[in-house]
């Protein structure tokens, strides 16, 4: 009896470094072309390094990144594209604000399973205050210090592999196509030293 409670357990696997590689789609529910039809084949990468996380996303469009310490509650965004490069430095207050659609999301749990990037996972759906809700599908084997990068998935029981958001009525898609174990440099999580344009977080609330 104790060695099947056990089992879960064993199972699950302390994730403390390494990139999680997600694939995104757009589902603008029309075979018309649409304004974000170019973000289809966009990619989002998260580099995890004990408590500190760098999501980079990558589009036609040029590359967004934000990096979190955990140790030090900062986040820094770096917005590049083309020659236009900007960072802004947000505190926990203005984080809590640029995702405050996603505070007090609520999970019902349901039966169904699949197979991710070969991890088990499990489908919640998550309902938000202004009754938006979408699917995600999620995995206990791999266990973060910090979940925050994905905030709206942040208070699951596991990490999300599946997930959907909405970006006005589109509806966009992430999907891990890799989980890699190996190490992360430290600069990966350095803050430029120039070359971008510093914004407040009021400043940027037009550019994000």
């Known amino acids: 009896m104790f060695l099947l409670f056990a089992l879960p357990a064993l199972a699950q696997k302390k994730f403390t470094e390494g990139t ?12 018309k072309p649409q304004g974000a039809d170019f973000l289809d084949g966009a ?31 900062s986040i820094v965004i770096l917005k590049e594209y083309g020659e236009q490069k900007y960072m802004i430095n947000l505190k926990q ?13 609520s999970f019902t ?3 169904g399973t699949k197979t991710i990037s070969g991890y088990n996972c499990n489908k919640a759906v998550g309902k938000l205050k ?3 809700t979408f699917t995600v599908w999620y995995t206990t084997d791999l266990l973060l210090e910090n979940k925050d990068f994905q905030y709206a998935n942040r208070t699951l029981p596991g990490l999300a592999l ?28 350095d803050i430029p030293k120039a070359g971008f344009r510093i914004l407040s977080y009021e400043e940027s609330k037009s550019k994000m």
Do not use: C, H
Request: charged share 25%; glycine share 6%; no cysteine.
């Open 20 to 31: 999680i590689s997600y694939d995104i789609v757009i589902n603008t529910g029309t075979d």
């Open 43 to 73: 990619t989002s990468a998260v580099y995890i390094k004990g408590s500190k996380t760098r999501t980079e996303m990558v589009s036609p469009l040029g590359t967004q990144s934000t990096i979190l310490d955990g140790t030090k509650s």
């Open 93 to 105: 207050e203005d984080w809590r604000d640029a995702n405050k659609r996603y505070e007090d999301v």
């Open 109 to 111: 749990y349901d039966t």
């Open 130 to 132: 202004d009754g938006t």
């Open 162 to 189: 599946e997930y959907e958001t909405n970006m006005g009525n589109l509806k966009v898609t992430y999907t891990v196509s890799k989980i890699s174990f190996s190490p992360v440099p430290a600069a990966k999580f």
